[in-house]
């Protein structure tokens, strides 16, 4: 232990007294690891995983062999894990772009409702508060600094969530439970933990040792403050990560264990030690669990359940656990995927393939390498009954609304300019996406390329693009950003990079990137107007990022500039209609209201 640590420890010990001392009514502490594959902790298999406070916590706690998320995606898996619920239920099926209805009810509201003392301390911007997750949290920290570079969100490391939870801890009365969750993004791209250098496989295992110890520096806290003998503790992944596997080196787009697969532990009060269960079972079945663990009423309409039975005396009965991803479809105009885990067996859908099902023995084939859906295709038949049996009982979908904060004053103003959003959007569909995972490297770096004045490199891309998926999204969109690059010279490029933009926010009006395209066309051919709208739609199909909200306010304080100099010449007509947009999107803007009063007058004058 080192000397600060040590430190922080006795500090904690002398508040726990100063308070009263004693031993703490049963807490409850949920770890979800961001990113975190199963296979990659010591009590999962990994040699030398260098995950001892994890390793120890399932050693003396009950390990779930074969657990799963509902998607590879944050928002979607967090907010299941949350509610008890499966995403076509609570609705959330993407990061970004909507708020979870008020109407769900989530762990901390349950967990407040009975007098525990609820907070979280969130590390990157999918999970903030405009998202809805704060449901029932006392204290929802959710502050994460400066972007890191190369990072695809604002984020913090978890020594800076462990930090904060441990200064709340002392707030909370010895006598007062506590619901506390954290959550650790390290082991999600880009890696930079210490000794996360080298390959990639190295960096990332560097990123779930230091997520680890941290780990390690929480439970240390909790035990100082006399919290840890009546503790039940959770640690669970919001997904996997993909590492090349399927050709998928991230996640999002699969639904191959690479990405679905996640660990699981669960210790404290009444459960067993060190025992391992090797029935699928689901994040869903998280929240249910907590619940019957600590005697709260049972939760209504949920589709997880107690697996409290795994480790007494009933046992857990056999059932299937369903995941999904969406991200294909709106991302990029490929079929959604979904999947129906029965014991070993696997059935992957794709509704809008031609190759609509796979079917994998994971008994035999973990690595899901073999295809078993023409020799057995009475099994993947009954698979997909099932599937199909289960999804018509599900409860109604909540309702969907706009994030709160400036995203939802966007959202809203789109709404009114006729604009519409919607989690399930039609879109052009057909292809499998594990048959275009090779495309989205080639996608990336042709776009970049284009960016960059790259056009040599960029075109030899598109060929490729091209070739893979003829009239495809994402070569569109590489031949859109290379007439944009042209069009710096070319006016006549400029012109069919707009085409070209407006075309693919045509065909897919839920990605982003054809939006903030369409909107540097706009703003290089001086329409600061369709600019800006063209813009604010790429916000509400989007997860409305800092760097997304900077670039909107620097698009409104151009427009305001013009505004000006429009009122200063004299052009009155034009000032007004520049003004009045700018009033609907800064009502409290002094400066704004005034000159659009004046120019109403000189023009009624």
Same mark, same amino acid.
Request: net charge negative; glycine share 8%; charged share 25%.
């Given at each position: 232990?080192?000397?600060?640590? $040590? ?25 979800? !690891? ?89 590390? $990157? ?71 996360? *250098? ?9 990123? %779930? ?14 035990? /100082? ?8 503790? @959770? ?16 996640? /999002?787009?699969?639904?191959?264990? /690479? ?113 078993? @859906? ?12 099932? !599937? ?12 969907? *609304? ?7 004053? %966007? ?19 057909? =292809? ?23 056009? /040599?490199?960029?075109?030899? %891309? ?26 710096? $010279? ?22 982003? *990137? ?14 600061? @107007? ?54 609907? =999107?800064?009502?409290?803007? =002094? ?15």
């Amino acid at each position: 232990m080192t000397l600060s640590r $040590s430190i922080a420890l006795s500090v904690l010990a002398a508040l726990s007294v100063a308070c009263g001392g004693g031993p703490a009514a049963p807490s409850v502490l949920i770890v979800s !690891l961001d990113t975190t594959r199963a296979d990659r902790l010591g009590s999962y298999g990994r040699r030398q995983a260098a995950t001892p406070v994890l390793d120890a916590l399932a050693a003396r706690g009950v390990r779930f062999e074969r657990a799963y998320s509902v998607a590879p995606i944050t928002l979607p898996a967090h907010t299941s894990l949350h509610t008890g619920l499966v995403p076509p239920v609570h609705g959330l099926r993407d990061n970004g772009a909507f708020r979870l209805d008020p109407a769900a009810h989530t762990a901390a509201e349950h967990f407040a409702a009975a007098g525990w003392r609820t907070a979280a301390f969130v590390a $990157s911007f999918p999970l903030e508060s405009s998202f809805g997750l704060d449901q029932g949290f006392e204290v929802y920290d959710d502050v994460f600094g400066e972007r890191a570079p190369g990072a695809p969100y604002d984020e913090r490391p978890a020594e800076s969530v462990v930090d904060a939870a441990l200064a709340w801890l002392p707030q909370v009365e010895p006598h007062e439970p506590v619901f506390l969750w954290t959550h650790f993004f390290d082991p999600h791209r880009p890696w930079r933990a210490p000794g996360a *250098s080298g390959d990639d496989d190295r960096a990332y295992q560097a990123e %779930i040792a230091h997520a680890d110890a941290q780990l390690g520096r929480l439970l240390d806290g909790l035990a /100082a403050a006399g919290r840890d003998e009546q503790l039940h503790v @959770v640690v669970v992944a919001d997904h996997g990560e993909g590492l090349g596997e399927h050709g998928e080196a991230t996640h /999002a787009v699969l639904v191959h264990d /690479a990405t679905l697969r996640i660990p699981l532990l669960i210790a404290g009060p009444g459960v067993a030690r060190g025992l391992r269960v090797a029935q699928p079972v689901s994040i869903v079945d998280v929240l249910p669990t907590l619940a019957a663990l600590h005697d709260l009423p049972a939760l209504q309409g949920v589709q997880g359940r107690d697996l409290a039975p795994a480790w007494d005396q009933r046992g857990l009965p056999a059932r299937a656990v369903y995941g999904e991803s969406l991200y294909p479809e709106r991302h990029h105009g490929w079929s959604r995927l979904h999947t129906w885990i029965d014991a070993d067996t696997k059935l992957v859908v794709a509704p809008s393939s031609e190759r609509r099902w796979q079917l994998f023995d994971l008994g035999d084939d973990p690595a899901e390498l073999h295809d078993l @859906v023409d020799t057995r295709n009475d099994d993947a038949r009954r698979l997909a009954r099932e !599937l199909d049996a289960w999804t018509a009982r599900l409860p109604a979908p909540l309702s969907l *609304s706009a994030p709160e904060g400036e995203a939802a004053d %966007i959202a809203e103003r789109l709404a009114a300019l006729g604009y519409v959003g919607s989690e399930d959007a039609p879109q052009e569909l057909g =292809r499998h996406p594990e048959e275009m995972t090779g495309l989205l490297l080639l996608y990336h770096t042709g776009r970049s390329a284009a960016r960059n004045g790259q056009l /040599a490199r960029a075109e030899q %891309i598109l060929q490729q693009l091209d070739a893979l998926e003829a009239d495809g999204l994402s070569a569109l969109e590489v031949r859109a950003e290379m007439a944009l690059a042209r069009g710096a $010279s070319d006016p006549a490029q400029l012109a069919l990079a707009g085409e070209l933009f407006l075309q693919a926010t045509q065909r897919s009006p839920t990605r982003k *990137s054809f939006w903030r395209g369409l909107s540097k066309v706009q703003l290089a051919l001086g329409d600061r @107007v369709a600019a800006l709208e063209s813009f604010e739609q790429a916000l509400l199909v989007a997860t409305p990022t800092q760097e997304l909200l900077d670039e909107h306010e620097a698009q409104l304080a151009d427009l305001k500039r013009a505004a000006f100099a429009h009122e200063d010449a004299g052009e009155h007509a034009d000032a007004q209609r520049l003004l009045q947009l700018l009033a609907e =999107r800064l009502p409290d803007d =002094r400066g704004v209201q005034s000159a659009l009063a004046r120019v109403r007058a000189k023009l009624e004058g």
